[in-house]
């Protein structure tokens, strides 16, 4: 397995939490931060824009995703065209479409052309991927986020769509395309592997990339050792005194063979009544 300094997509952290983000920002591996409107609640952000600009000063040097929530898009776009004006490495997130599913290609052109750093997300089709190809000038840099761990959440391998959506972007060569949402350490392997050029990754889950490479009968024994330990720090215990008691393993294996001996029973009352009535067995 390769280690993760070795691997071509890049690691943005995606969260909202002022105290994470400064961790992270001292990670050499992570090259990028998001976040978005639902991280920022769940972290408790009352004040979009006072988040935000500190965002960007405890980032000064590395890019930083952040998203516009306005329904109408004219409004969108006022909001975007500001939020880019508050920092240098500022990137707009811009929803591949409204509330109505109508796609919003005409605004994240107009961004683009413009000069704002556009992220488009919230995309989960190969068709959206081709339509916001088409929609960015050729010259435009941008990223395009794919939300392959949603995707992997209604049973589809997101692998191959990635793989896909990676061809639609060759002609938009300054396009970057970002597996969003992973739901494990594995995803950013695939990620690699698919060509994607970067992968959205919470805190939580880059505090275990430590894990990668690691030696799985240790970690075995280390699981062992953190289920007795949560065991004996919960106080549980087990009545073990009581004599005469059968484990559950003899009654399951009694009541399995007095089962089998039922159903073999009615086999051979069936196969016999076959035979009474002259049927061939």
């Known amino acids: ?44 952000v009352t004040d979009y824009e006072r988040f935000a600009r500190a965002l960007l000063r405890a980032v000064p040097d590395r890019p930083v995703s952040l998203e516009v929530f306005a ?37 994240i052109r107009r961004l683009a052309l413009a000069g704002v750093a556009v992220n488009v997300t919230a995309i989960l089709t190969l068709e959206q991927v081709e339509e916001v190809a088409e929609a960015l000038p050729a010259e435009a840099w941008a990223i395009v986020s794919v939300f392959a761990g949603r995707i992997a959440d209604t ?4 692998v191959p769509a990635m793989r896909a959506a990676k061809r639609l972007l060759r002609r938009r060569a300054r396009a970057q395309l970002l597996w969003a949402s992973p739901r494990e350490v594995l995803n950013v392997f695939q990620a690699d592997e698919a060509g994607c050029d970067i992968i959205t990754v919470p805190p939580e889950m880059l505090r275990r990339l430590t894990l990668v490479g690691k030696d799985l009968r240790e970690y075995s024994r280390e699981t062992v050792e953190m289920l007795h330990r949560d065991a004996q720090e919960a106080a549980y215990s087990i009545e073990t005194s009581q004599p005469g008691r059968r484990g559950s393993a003899a009654v399951l294996a009694e009541d399995g063979l007095r089962g089998f001996g039922e159903v073999r029973g009615d086999a051979v009352r069936v196969g016999a009544g076959m035979l009474a009535d002259g049927q061939r067995v």
């Open 1 to 44: 397995m390769r280690k993760i300094e070795e691997l071509a997509v890049r690691l943005f952290s995606d969260g909202a939490d002022l105290t994470s983000i400064a961790e992270m920002y001292a990670n050499p591996w992570v090259r990028g931060f998001t976040t978005n409107p639902t991280l920022m609640r769940k972290a408790g």
């Open 71 to 107: 329904e109408d898009e004219a409004e969108m776009e006022r909001q975007a065209l500001a939020v880019a004006t508050w920092g240098a490495n500022a990137n707009v997130k811009i929803p591949v479409t409204n509330r109505a599913g109508m796609f919003l290609g005409p605004l």
């Open 155 to 158: 049973g589809v391998d997101p």
